[in-house]
C-alpha cells in the first residue's frame, strides 16, 4: 500500500459470496444452507481465537443475546428456527482479524429471508463480504476506497442486479461498508417480487 504522508489512507475490499435460494413458503423444516450451517457451528464453537460476534443492523455486539435464545434450537438442530430469528433480527455474524502494517480484517456473514408481496413465495440468501481497514499508529482510519462485490453465485430462479456498493468512514475509528442489490428474473432486467436486500458490514478499529 501506497501512503503519502500526512493525508488519511484507508483501503478496503469487499468481496462477497452472494448465495440465493428461492423457494415455495412450503418449503422443509430442515432445509439449510451448508454455507449458513458451517458458519453457526463455528460460530457455536467459541473458539477464543477465531473472534466471533454477532451485531445488529446498527454494529452493536448482541453476542450474549444470540446464545441466550438460540442455545436450545442449536441443540436441538433446530435450523430452521436459527436461521428465522437471524433473518427477523437482521442480524450478521462477523469474525475480525488483526494483521500486519495496522491492518483490520473482517468477514461478515448474514442470512436473510424475504418475502414476496403476496407472501406466498420467499428467498433465502447468505451473503458474505469482507473488509480490509487500514489505519495510522494512532487508530485512526485513514481514508475509504470503493467496495468491492465480486464472486456471486445465484441457485434460484432469479439473480441478483442493480447492486450498489458504498462505503464510508463513521468515525475516526469506525467504517461502514453497504452492499445492496434487486433480485431479478433470470437474463432479464424485470424485478423479481421482492424487496431490495442490503448488507451492511460495520469495522470498529478500537
Known amino acids: 500500500m501506497h501512503i503519502k504522508k500526512y493525508v488519511w489512507l484507508l483501503v478496503i475490499l469487499i468481496f462477497s459470496t452472494v448465495i440465493v435460494s428461492c423457494t415455495p413458503k412450503t418449503a422443509s423444516k430442515g432445509d439449510i444452507m451448508p454455507e449458513f450451517k458451517e458458519v453457526i457451528e463455528s460460530l457455536y464453537s467459541k473458539n477464543e481465537t477465531l473472534k466471533y460476534t454477532v451485531d445488529d443492523e446498527n454494529g452493536e455486539d448482541v453476542t450474549s443475546m444470540f446464545f441466550a435464545d438460540t442455545e436450545e434450537y442449536y441443540n436441538d438442530s433446530n435450523w430452521n428456527e436459527i436461521k428465522k430469528y437471524i433473518s427477523e433480527n437482521d442480524l450478521v455474524i462477523n469474525k475480525e482479524t488483526i494483521g500486519n502494517d495496522n491492518k483490520r480484517i473482517a468477514n ?24 480490509i481497514v487500514y489505519y495510522d ?7 475509504v476506497d470503493n467496495a468491492k462485490l465480486s464472486n456471486n453465485r445465484v441457485n434460484a430462479s432469479c439473480q441478483i442486479g442493480n447492486v ?42 478500537n
Do not use: W
Open 108 to 131: 461478515s456473514y448474514k442470512f436473510k429471508i424475504l418475502q414476496n408481496s403476496k407472501n406466498t413465495e420467499e428467498v433465502e440468501i447468505f451473503s458474505v463480504l469482507e473488509g
Open 137 to 143: 499508529e494512532n487508530k485512526k482510519i485513514t481514508d
Open 164 to 205: 450498489s456498493l458504498t462505503s464510508s468512514k463513521v468515525s475516526d475509528s469506525k467504517a461502514c461498508f453497504l452492499v445492496s442489490f434487486d433480485l431479478m428474473k433470470q437474463n432479464s432486467n424485470v424485478l423479481c417480487d421482492f424487496p431490495r436486500y442490503i448488507h451492511r458490514l460495520y469495522v470498529d478499529i
